[in-house]
């Protein structure tokens, strides 16, 4: 009896042990920090460190009239409402199309996969040749049909929508693989029954593929929303927020106040930084509340 | 009859489609690659080729001229390999405890970690940066490596591969005395090969590709990976077209050399994802 709580007592130790080192550095690392960025919210600090002092709502009061960064939060909205819809419709019918595991399908799968693993820094490069209205490619090829001189990035109307369609792009096979997963769970017999009451492929779409993947279409949803609110590196390389300010995003902002521009006001940059925390944290709730009840909607049908 | 053609019709559009799309994802990158070949007055010709005339090594050959890019590449290599290496051995240790042992506030220890995944890094990038002034750590290896040196979801993750492992496995090591460590190291690491591919290949993969964070606590150029070296030299115009496009080439290469060889481990990370 002794002995065996001698030993609880050891495996207990060892357990610890075990964990020190990922509990040290989550600790250290996100959350103090996290915490922090609270606190460094309420003070005047910049980049140096020199002469902090406390500020109180002060930096909350100046975000509220920052109409650069209010510019910030409706580019960067703007850029989610399109870029998850079009991203996750475009993944789910290509999904439905490469389901099947034959060995063409499998081609097709590793190819969408393809510029989910390149860096969006080389994506922005390429594509910022590839639009570059004196020598880029796809001008030339505009050109060819009559559309000249389109400077795709340089336009104040079309440099987001283009940003849009490159994420797209690089993100449709992530969400593409995710929802292939998910389909082939789905039990086939489902989808004999339905044959056998003569559905037709859109029927059984929407029937049976929709509701029984519908989980990982919300995960896949909330996922990518988290993710294009704190879209960073397209803008960043390919237009430096730019023509105007029309695409720069609230973290090119956080970067920016904190860190590129005097007076490198780290405690505003914070004030953004939880402004954003809880736009993404009201957004990520109201749509899983959402979601929640629309799922039991779709079990229901 | 006419079902039948009614479908061969739907599988050949289904087809086509998927043709088209494999185009338009292969096409930019297929054209890096072959621009990269091309001389300097190719590069900016217009109207442009897609493919080159006289294919030429000799971007590659000057490349460092304009841009550091072996030291750019030796940045990331030590930073993206040093984060991934670590990061495993502490994800499958706590992966490890957590699945396999019982001690006391298990569970709460465990929801604060989920917890922290949720976090987003735009959250903690202001104080993470002071914390790494105030350590001494900016334009360091180490300013780079150890805060990424562990991570929520590698613990979770390696902590489901753990679960699923036959509980009879540890007893009768426990049996033979063998220590809690030679347990973890002699026999659950060289079962967890593919958890442990899987989980390295997402490290690497992100930390190679990663933007914002290696440009925030790397001011210098000497310390700057590939990714935010290069974003910052072609942010500010200061290179030709030419050797950007073999630095852009020689930054993703080795990811794709990577996916060439190990594609199953790629994807198999994202079902683990999904389970959630």
Redesign the interface.
């Known amino acids: 009896m002794v002995k065996k709580k001698k030993a ?1 007592i050891g ?2 130790r ?3 042990l ?2 020190l ?3 040290i ?2 600790a ?7 915490i ?2 609270f606190i ?1 919210s309420l003070l005047n ?1 910049d ?1 140096f ?1 020199r002469n902090v002092s406390f500020a109180g709502l002060a930096n909350f009061k100046k975000l509220i009239t920052d109409t650069r960064a209010f510019n910030d939060t409706f580019n960067t909205i703007y850029f989610t409402v399109l870029e998850v819809p079009l991203q996750i419709i475009t993944a789910l ?2 999904s439905t ?2 389901a099947n595991n034959t060995r ?2 499998q081609i ?1 799968r ?6 989910f ?14 639009l570059d209205p ?4 796809l001008p ?1 090829l505009l050109n060819m049909v009559g559309l000249g001189g389109i400077a795709f990035l340089k336009d104040a109307y079309l440099a987001m929508p283009t940003l849009i369609v490159i994420s797209v ?1 690089k993100n449709f ?2 969400t593409m ?2 929802l292939t ?2 389909i082939i769970d789905v039990p086939g017999y489902l989808y004999e029954a339905a044959e056998i009451d003569g559905a037709g ?1 859109w029927k059984k779409f929407m029937k049976i593929t929709v509701p029984g993947i519908w989980p ?1 279409i919300c ?1 896949c949803i909330v996922t990518n929303i ?1 993710a294009s609110l ?1 879209t ?2 397209l803008p ?2 390919m237009t ?1 927020g730019g023509p105007d300010f029309h695409t720069e995003t609230i ?1 090119q902002y ?2 920016d106040r ?2 590129r521009t005097a007076p490198y006001s ?1 405690g505003y ?2 004030a953004i ?2 402004y ?2 809880l736009i ?1 944290a009201i957004i990520t709730f109201i749509f899983r509340k959402f979601i929640l009840n629309r799922r039991e909607e779709a079990n229901a049908w | 009859m006419v079902n039948s053609r009614k479908i061969t019709a ?1 599988k050949i559009i ?2 086509a ?2 043709l088209i ?2 185009v ?3 096409v ?2 297929l ?2 690659f072959v ?1 990269s070949f091309k001389d300097d007055r190719e590069v ?5 080729k ?1 493919f080159p005339i006289n294919w030429t090594l000799m971007q590659y050959q000057n490349v460092n001229d304009s841009v550091p890019i072996l030291s750019f590449t030796k940045n990331s290599v030590i930073f993206a390999g040093l984060v991934t290496l670590i990061s495993l ?3 499958s ?2 992966g ?3 699945a396999r ?4 506030g ?1 569970e709460l ?1 465990f929801g ?2 989920l917890v ?1 995944m949720m ?13 790494i ?2 350590f001494k750590l900016l334009n360091t290896y180490a300013g780079l490596i ?2 990424r ?2 991570s ?1 979801f590698g ?1 979770y993750m390696m902590r489901s591969f753990f679960v699923s492992l036959p509980k009879s496995l540890e007893e009768s090591a426990r049996i033979d005395g063998c ?3 030679r347990i ?1 190291w002699s026999i659950m690491m060289p079962l967890c090969k593919p958890a442990l591919l899987t989980l390295g290949i997402f490290h690497f ?1 992100n930390n ?2 990663d ?2 964070y290696p ?2 606590l790397t001011s210098s150029t000497d310390m700057s990976t ?3 070296g ?2 910052t030299l ?2 500010n115009k200061v290179i030709k ?1 030419g050797p ?2 073999a630095a ?1 080439m020689i ?2 290469l080795p ?2 050399v990577l ?1 060439i060889f190990a ?1 199953k481990y ?2 198999a990370g ?2 683990t ?2 389970e ?1």
């Open positions: 609880n495996t207990q060892s357990a610890y075990f964990i080192p990922s509990a550095i989550l250290v690392f996100v959350f103090v920090p996290l922090a960025s460094i600090i980049v460190m019918i290509i199309f490469v063409l399908n097709f590793t190819i969408f996969y393809l510029p693993i390149c860096s969006l820094t080389a994506i922005g490069i390429v594509f910022s040749m590839l004196n020598m880029g490619w030339y792009w096979g992530y693989t995710l997963a998910a492929y990982t995960f988290i704190q960073f590196d960043y390389i430096k973290v956080i970067y904190g860190f780290l940059a914070s930084s939880v954003l925390f993404i | 739907f289904k087809v489609i998927c799309v494999a338009t994802v292969i930019p990158i054209w890096l621009s900016i010709a217009y109207p442009p897609f051995l502490f994800d240790m706590s490890y405890a957590f042992m019982n001690f006391k298990k220890l604060i970690i922290t976090v987003p890094f735009q959250v903690v990038m202001t104080p993470l940066y002071i914390e002034f105030k150890l805060p040196a562990t929520a613990i220590r809690e460590f973890y993969m190679w590709n933007l914002l440009l925030m590939l990714a935010s290069l974003a072609v942010g077209y950007t496009l852009t930054s993703i990811i794709l996916y594609q790629f994807t994202i079902s994802t999904g959630k």
